[in-house]
């Protein structure tokens, strides 16, 4: 895990650069128009990591393949190292929004877990506060494995996804998360991995049996003609 020390280093950093960058022409152009979220996201990652890197109180880096080679879809945008251990940590963004977005493949998070690879899983997250004309930055640097309970989880997708609304306003209020060891961490992850497993057997049968009525329905009615009505076609 990351100590206290460096966790304050990598809040200030951030803080201060996006204090002083969000007045930059570059970020007022991008956050003109429509569905500034998603043009932000990559400007905002590139820009934080760069800025995490260059700073001499912090030992960062990326993760890179055994041939040396970067890996482009690591679970940390960049690694913070923190009493001889790196951790991932993922940067996320956003323009004053209530949406859950995904976060991490909880079964590579679990697995990396479970190979003693990490014991943490950050998020930085960099929010976006408009005050008239201007934005500011509103920040949070916390280990996902410490608010579970504010999480999502599909099994379609895989994605652990973040509760934002719930999140925010329990972070804002000051409360603290609960102490609980790595073990109980992991158990928390294998609770909601087995919960949306269950989620998705009960909604498969339901929709089978759903099916089954329609083709009961269908056979019994002895009625196999075609019946265009309500469909609409331009030739």
Known sequence: MIDTKTQE????TTNTFWNEHVSNGAFREITQGKEIGHRIADYVDDRTTARLLLDPALTASFEYNNKGQKILRSMGDIWIQSNGIYNPVNIKTGIETD???NIVSLTKLLM???QHQIDSYYLLVVKFIKFQ???QPNLYFFDLL??????NFDLGPGQIMLQEKKFYEHADSGQK???LSLPEKIDKCVVIMYDAYERLLHNRKTRIDNLTKQISKFKKANDFTVNQEGLFFHG
């Open 99 to 101: 949406k859950s977005p």
């Open 146 to 151: 410490d608010y579970l309970d504010f999480t």
């Open 177 to 179: 998360p609960a102490k």
């Open 112 to 114: 990396r877990l479970l």
């Open 9 to 12: 280093i990598v809040y200030n």
């Open 133 to 135: 004309t201007q934005y």
